[in-house]
Nanobody
Framework: QVQLVESGGGLVQPGGSLRLSCAAS????????MAWYRRAPGKQRELVAR???????KYGDAVKGRFTISRDNAKNTVYLQMNILKPEDTAVYYC??????????????WGQGTQVTVSS
């Protein structure tokens, strides 16, 4: 079983920065894709950023140029550096991972989420 644990959320003023971390632990052969999603009040869940095991990245339009996703494969950890934060970035941020199990199948995993609030 694999667990994802997010950390780094909190309250920050507009224009500020936060760095989120998500560490995967448990039994897994390989984590192929890791991503950050978010859900703001009254809105659908949206992709924030995604990164493959080879380092290819994709960003949601709302965060391009401000957020950077990275990962440490040895630690099975993904990071999200968030800069120039705006009030509309306020949301619960969820870590996601697609992992390959030892039977060579694929499983999806979700973290519990961490709250990011951008407010004066």
């Amino acid at each position: 079983q694999v667990q994802l644990v997010e950390s780094g959320g909190g309250l920050v003023q507009p224009g500020g920065s936060l760095r989120l971390s998500c560490a995967a632990s448990g039994t897994i052969f390989r984590i192929n894709t890791m991503a950050w999603y978010r859900r703001a009040p009254g809105k659908q869940r949206e992709l924030v950023a995604r990164i493959t095991i080879s380092g290819s990245t994709k960003y949601g339009d709302a965060v391009k140029g401000r957020f950077t996703i990275s990962r440490d494969n040895a630690k099975n950890t993904v990071y999200l550096q968030m800069n120039i934060l705006k009030p509309e970035d306020t949301a619960v941020y969820y870590c996601y991972a697609e992992g390959q199990n030892f039977e060579l199948g694929y499983d999806d995993y979700w973290g519990q989420g961490t709250q990011v609030t951008v407010s004066s």
